[in-house]
T-cell receptor, first 115, second 111 residues
Framework: AQKITQTQPGMFVQEKEAVTLDCTYDTSDQSYGLFWYKQPSSGEMIFLIYQGSYDEQNATEGRYSLNFQKARKSANLVISASQLGDSAMYFCAMTRRLANSKLTFGKGITLSVRP | DTGVSQDPRHKITKRGQNVTFRCDPISEHNRLYWYRQTLGQGPEFLTYFQNEAQLEKSRLLSDRFSAERPKGSFSTLEIQRTEQGDSAMYLC?????????FGPGTRLTVL
């Protein structure tokens, strides 16, 4: 079974600063994928970034980067230069890479960006 | 717009009634998923289709729930004899390879 843990309380960050959102995971699979999604108050889940377990480099997508530490089973999301529009819920999720793409989600973290 | 669409966006029903939701995936995506999200929680997997075949169902999907994807394109999720505990956001997602893309969701309120 796969498990995602997101334990940070609501996070606050000043506009234009960087913020790290924590995610740890547990799996017995050797091959898996890690995802981050953003969910604004409108409710839609927006895909941000993906990291494969065998990828040697950390994934980056614009202002988003994933700090992947396989030995620690952590996949933290780093948002650089925060913007007011980044205020939302952020979910970490994982999938078994060689099977279907069913996602297992964490409980999410609320991020608030202050002007 | 070529994203995943869901209809309706909101549904209010009385306990005991049946409801049906529709999901239209991104056109070239062969995989389609249904998730349920309750307040303060992450989405929970319900079921998954590859083309028209339903390949996996969660234990969360009681016999009151049924999902179909008859032609491998759009999908429907029906809930029979709704209960107050069914109140949630129902999310549909589609994928071609690994990264599922989600629709806006259908928010169900059972009175």
């Amino acid at each position: 079974a796969q498990k995602i843990t997101q334990t940070q309380p609501g996070m606050f960050v000043q506009e234009k600063e960087a913020v790290t959102l924590d995610c740890t995971y547990d799996t017995s699979d050797q091959s898996y994928g890690l995802f981050w999604y953003k969910q604004p108050s409108s409710g839609e889940m927006i895909f941000l970034i993906y990291q494969g377990s065998y990828d040697e480099q950390n994934a980056t997508e614009g202002r988003y980067s994933l700090n992947f530490q396989k030995a620690r089973k952590s996949a933290n999301l780093v948002i650089s230069a925060s913007q007011l529009g980044d205020s939302a819920m952020y979910f970490c999720a994982m999938t078994r890479r060689l099977a279907n793409s069913k996602l297992t989600f964490g409980k999410g973290i609320t991020l608030s960006v202050r002007p | 717009d070529t994203g995943v669409s869901q209809d309706p966006r909101h549904k209010i029903t009385k306990r005991g009634q049946n409801v049906t939701f529709r999901c239209d995936p991104i056109s070239e995506h062969n995989r389609l998923y249904w998730y349920r999200q309750t307040l303060g929680q992450g989405p929970e997997f319900l079921t998954y289709f590859q083309n028209e075949a339903q390949l996996e169902k969660s234990r969360l999907l009681s016999d009151r729930f049924s999902a179909e994807r008859p032609k491998g394109s759009f999908s429907t999720l029906e809930i029979q004899r709704t209960e107050q505990g069914d109140s949630a956001m129902y999310l549909c997602a589609s994928s071609l390879k690994l990264s599922p893309f989600f629709g806006p969701g259908t928010r169900l309120t059972v009175l």
